[in-house]
């Protein structure tokens, strides 16, 4: 059983940043050998795709929304991404999910991830 955990969200600034972290465990899980995603759902609206990265860390995707303001990371040792979100606006609000997929593709297709977290709540508001 693999478990996705969200942490970081909050209520912050426009223009302001917040880092949220995801952090997965599971007895057979190898985080190393999954690509990683972060997803979004804003009140009223569809899940959508934020960013991912793949197995090794060395590359990113981006919505076209998000890019240049939020950068993401892991650390396949500490079985934790990251997604860290400058010059936030209030059109980024919403709960963030942590999304972890088997395929070799980095995807922004949200049937090819396999395991989500509960989500943690990021509200840019003034």
């Known amino acids: 059983q693999v478990q996705l955990v969200e942490s970081g969200g909050g209520l912050v600034q426009p223009g302001g940043s917040l880092r949220i972290s995801c952090a997965a465990s599971?007895?057979?899980?190898?985080?190393?050998?999954?690509?990683m995603g972060w997803f979004r759902q804003a009140p009223g609206k569809e899940r959508e795709f934020v960013s991912s990265i793949t197995r090794n860390g060395l590359v990113g995707k981006y919505v076209d929304s998000v890019k240049g303001r939020f950068t993401i990371s892991r650390d396949n040792a500490k079985n934790t991404v990251y997604l860290q979100m400058n010059s936030l606006k209030p059109d980024d609000t919403g709960v963030y999910y942590c999304?972890?997929?088997?395929?070799?593709?980095?995807?922004?297709?949200?049937?090819?991830?396999?395991?989500w977290g509960q989500g943690t709540q990021v509200t840019v508001s003034s």
């Open positions: 999304a972890a997929g088997r395929s070799s593709s980095n995807s922004d297709n949200a049937d090819r991830y396999d395991y």
């Open positions: 599971g007895p057979t899980f190898t985080f190393s050998g999954f690509v």
